[in-house]
Every structure is written in C-alpha cells, then in structure tokens.
C-alpha cells in the first residue's frame, strides 16, 4: 500500500496584476534569489510586480521561477527579514509572496526556501512549489501569515517550519519529505515550535471530499507540535508508513478533527551501503502520540486504523520497528511521559491504543 498518494487538486490561476508605478518593478519570469531586509528593498528588488505596500493594496513579490538559491548552491528563494533596529522595525510596508517556483534542488535540510523572520503585517504566501528542496516555508517570530495553494515535495526537510509564531493558517496545500538518514525533524510535514493560534486545513475554500492538507507518506512524522497551543487541525491526510501521523507534545488546546492517519510501517531501504529503515529511530511510530503532558486536546471524527504499531498512545510506543532487523524491538531509549489531563476522544476510529484508559469504543466498520 506505500507510496500510494493522495491527490491534492492543485489550484492553478492566471494573476494578472497592475505595475506599480514605482522604481524596480519587473515582469514575470526568472528571477535569482530575493532578499528583503528594509522598505527600501522593495523598490529596488526589481522583484515587485505589483501593489504600492499599504494594508489595502500590498506588494506582490512574484510571480517568479528561481533557479538557485542565495548561496548558489544552498540557501533561499525568498528571505524577508524584519530585524529591529534602535527599536523600529525595518520593513514596515505591506506584502504578499505569489507563485514561486524554486526550480533547485537543496540536500542542506536546513534550508528555506521561503523564509519570513520577524513579519507581523498580514501576509499571504501562495502558489509555491517545489521538489528536491529543504525546508519549504520557515516562519520564525512572525504572526498573521496565511499559507494557500502550496506544494512541496520530495524534500530534504521539513515541508512548514513555525518557530515562535502565532496566529498562522494553511490551507489547500501538500508537504512530502524523503530523507535517506532521518533524524528529527527532518522528514516531518508540518512542525510547529514554541507557537500558538495556528488553523490547519479550517480554510473556508477547502474541498469537501479530498484532504485540505496532505502530509501523505512523509519519512517523519505528518505533523509535529512541541511546546505548541491553540491549535486546529481539520481535513488533514498523514498517513503514517515510516514513523507517525501526528505528535501532540507538551502544549494544549489543540482539536484535531475529521481527519486520519494509517500506515504499513517503514521500509528497509539501502543508502550508501547500509540497510536502513525510512523514518526516524523512534519509539512514537503510529498514528496520534498525546506526550510530555499536553492537556486539554479535542480528538473528534477521526480515523486511525491500520498502523503496523499503534494506533493511538499516551507517551512512546515502547518499542521500535525496524524492518532491517526483524521487525519489533525494545526501545532503547523512551523519554516521553505521558499525556496530561482534560483531553477527550469523540467517535475516532482505532484498532489499537496504548496507556489511554476509557477510550470509547471504535467506529471502525468491521
């Protein structure tokens, strides 16, 4: 059943946009890398395609292809960096970031490849793409992002990195990550840090039959929130064959609905001459992990069937499954605790479960 994805519609739309009437506007096209660190930069860019960056009309970075990164080899697409200098913040103008292509390849998985740092206007970033790239969208210390239509595959990092941010959406958007040596957090969908208020697949314009987020078939886990609170998950495929579907550590208030994760476990695979299994050598591989005491979660209409490990569990699995040495092992190191108080489950879907005392019975259909 591996490697059998599913789709997401990719939404595809011609923008026309008006030219600004100011210095460094340019057309669509290619573009090398884009690197904005002050209002100034905006106009001398020449990557502007539109708007004049009041919170009615923003600047448009793009539509843009870009062939390599900032470094030449390794780097970013786009980086907008808001750093405070003698108390002010150096951009203050209003953006959006539209269609990028990073048409590159990128094995240092600690890349973005767009990178906002420090932005707290409303942004909007959409239409992105790319494969064989490192971390897809990094946001740190930033708030009032919305990520739309975005898809990144094949990646050697994480698809959206959230450090530190708060009040961020994504919607409409897929995310598969492939490392041949895993290591946290390196092959996960979505990982949020430190954050709060962020709403995944809640969007208005997400379909009603087919995923609004796909983190199908990532080596790491679907989505990763440490230490992270507030937070709605709904409509989101992350089926689990290399490691988990979701990780809810530490944090609260965090309601994951309508959703699901199953997987066949991970596969023994060969790189640089060594038998390896995809994923991370962990003892949280299954579908839902409630860890490190998070608290007050809502787990409703969901469905986690099917996971060679286990389907739902309050701390780590005890043990790890590595197809290259025969399958289920003691772990050898298994520093979760448990989950907190106040967490419920509503009509969920599961075959197996484990430290989660008065769990209601299945939905599943026999």
């Not at 923008?15 to 009437?21: I, N, Y």
């Not at 004049?52 to 970013?76: K, R, V």
């Not at 009603?208 to 709904?234: E, F, H, R």
């Amino acid at each position: 059943m591996r490697r059998l994805l599913v789709l997401l519609s990719t939404l595809t739309a011609g923008v026309l946009f008006a030219l600004p009437a100011v210095p460094g506007s340019a057309g669509t096209g290619g573009h090398a890398a884009i690197t904005i660190t002050s209002n100034a930069d905006f106009l001398s860019c020449g990557c502007v395609t539109g708007g004049d960056g009041s919170p009615g009309n923003p600047f448009i970075i793009g539509p843009w292809t870009i062939n390599a990164p900032s470094g030449g080899t390794s780097g970013y697409s786009v980086k907008v960096d808001n750093t405070i200098v003698n108390g002010k913040a150096s951009i203050t103008d209003y953006f959006n970031i539209v269609g990028i292509a990073s048409t590159y390849t990128d094995t240092t998985t600690t890349d973005p490849t767009i990178w906002l740092d420090g932005v707290n206007t409303a942004t909007t970033i959409s239409g992105a793409s790319g494969n064989g790239l490192s971390v897809g969208i990094e946001l740190d210390n930033s708030s009032n992002i919305s990520i739309d239509n975005v898809s990144y595959n094949k990646g050697n990092g994480t698809g959206v990195y959230i450090n530190n941010s708060s009040n961020v959406s994504i919607n409409n958007s897929k995310f598969k990550a492939t490392c041949n040596i895993c290591t946290p957090h390196t092959g996960d969908g979505i990982y949020a840090v430190n954050s709060s208020n962020l709403n995944i697949g809640t969007g208005a314009d997400c379909p009603n039959k087919i995923p609004c987020i796909d983190v199908t078939y990532d080596d790491g886990w679907g989505i990763y929130l440490q230490n992270t609170s507030g937070v709605t998950i709904n409509q989101v495929a992350a089926d689990a064959d290399d490691t988990g579907g979701y990780v809810f550590d530490g944090g609260s208030n965090i309601t994951l609905e309508n959703s699901g994760s199953q997987g066949g476990g991970s596969i023994c695979h060969t790189y640089l001459g060594q038998k390896l299994p995809t994923g991370y050598n962990t003892d949280m591989q299954g579908g839902l992990h409630l860890v490190n005491g998070t608290q007050n979660d809502k787990i409703v209409n969901d469905t986690f069937a099917n996971n060679t490990t286990v389907d739902i569990a309050s701390g780590g699995n005890g043990f790890i499954d590595n197809p290259c040495a025969g399958g289920k092992q003691p772990s050898p190191n298994s520093p979760e605790t448990k989950m907190g108080d106040g967490n419920t489950f509503t009509n969920i879907c599961y075959n197996s479960s484990i430290n989660i005392p008065g769990l209601p019975p299945s939905t599943c259909k026999s």
